[in-house]
C-alpha cells in the first residue's frame, strides 16, 4: 500500500493496494518518485495486467481540509485496502511508514517500502499515476492558468505566483495554502 498527493497545494490525495502474485516481478520497478513520467506509465499499464485485484481511493481537497490530512490518508488506505479486499482480498499487508488500523489482516510497517517490496512499488506507482491523470484531464482544463499539467498541485515557484495572482480555486487545499484570497 502507498498513498500519492500528501503534500500538495491542490488536488486529491490518492490511495492504492495492489495485491500480486507470488513471484510477481517487475525488473527496474521502484518508488514512483524515483521514475519517469513515462515509465511510470508502462510500468502501471503491466501492474493493471498482472496484479490480482487493485484497490484505489481518492479523498478530495475539501475532505482534507475538513478532516485533516492525517485522518485522510488513514481513511484512503483504508479505503483502498477494502476496495482491494472485493476483488481479491489480501493475506498480508505491508505499509510505506504507515500502519493502518482497523483491519484484520496481518501487516507490516516498512520505512522506504515502495524500495524494498515489489506489491508497495506497484501501488506507488498505481497511486501516482491515477492522481497524475486527475491532475492533468481534470483539474487542468478548469483551472489551465496554475500550471497543472507540470507542477501536479505541488507548490512550485510558478504556481504559488499563480495562487498570488489569480487566488485559490476550488481545487485548492485551503488549510494548506497561506493565501486565503478569493475563491474562484
Known sequence: MDEAGRGP???PLVASCVVVPCGFSLPGL??????????RRAFFEA???GALSIGVSVIGER??????IQKANLFALQDAVYRA?????????????????LTSIPSLSLPHAEDLSIAVASASVVAKVVRD?????????L???YGFLENKGYGTRFHLMQIEAWGLS?????????????YR
Open 85 to 101: 479486499f472485493l476483488q481479491q482480498g489480501p493475506d498480508f499487508l505491508i505499509f510505506d511508514w504507515w500502519k493502518v488500523p
Open 30 to 39: 521502484r518508488d514512483s518518485k524515483k521514475l519517469s513520467p513515462a515509465k
Open 63 to 68: 475532505w482534507i481540509d475538513l478532516i485533516g
Open 47 to 49: 501492474i493493471c495486467a
Open 143 to 145: 483551472f489551465p492558468h
Open 133 to 141: 491523470q486527475i491532475m492533468e484531464e481534470f483539474y487542468h482544463p
Open 170 to 182: 476550488r481545487c485548492h487545499r485551503k488549510s494548506f495554502c497561506s493565501d486565503r484570497g478569493h
Open 9 to 11: 497545494l491542490a488536488g
